[in-house]
């Protein structure tokens, strides 16, 4: 298999860290070469941040080069600009507006729904993602996040 990219996008607090590791960790999960780079900038302040996920057989860098990166992933449309650059031509965007924020449960669940959404363009086994969700959250969270990513889905 050829190397993948997935970039994830947005603002310090958003989740985009914690989005980029489930993905990580699912594909890892599934055998695959993983590499993982993040940019922070002045993310703690509410900043721009970015997390690269390569996965493959053989993956080389963590970074992904302008231009090649099959999915980004963002969960601010004001940072669809500052990332657009990454994304090649017929690569996937997915935004905030291809969920129904009004029915997300709750506001800091947007990650996971977002991840929910980019589950549906791979044929990964539904309950690796379920179980990689529990696995890198706390049990409080489970319900929610269990909604979050079934509204990515549908």
Not at 17 to 41: R, T
Not at 100 to 117: F, I, R, S, T
């Amino acid at each position: 298999m050829e190397t993948m990219n997935v970039k994830f996008a947005g603002l310090g607090g958003t989740g985009v860290l914690k989005a980029s590791d489930i993905f990580a960790e699912v594909v890892f999960n599934l055998g695959y070469d993983v590499k993982k780079a993040e940019v922070h900038g002045m993310s703690q302040r509410g900043g721009s941040i970015a997390s690269d996920v390569r996965y493959g057989n053989r993956v080389e860098s963590p970074m992904i080069p302008d231009g090649t990166a099959d999915y980004l992933i963002v969960f601010a449309e004001d940072q669809i600009p500052v990332n657009q650059a990454a994304l090649k031509p017929g690569g996937i965007l997915l935004t905030p507006k291809d969920i129904d924020l009004a029915k997300l449960p709750n506001e800091k669940a947007l990650n996971v729904a977002m991840l929910g959404k980019l589950s549906t363009y791979f044929d990964f086994p539904l309950d690796l993602w379920e179980s990689v969700l529990k696995k890198l959250f706390n049990e409080k969270f489970h319900e929610t996040n269990a909604q979050a990513f079934k509204l990515g889905r549908s």
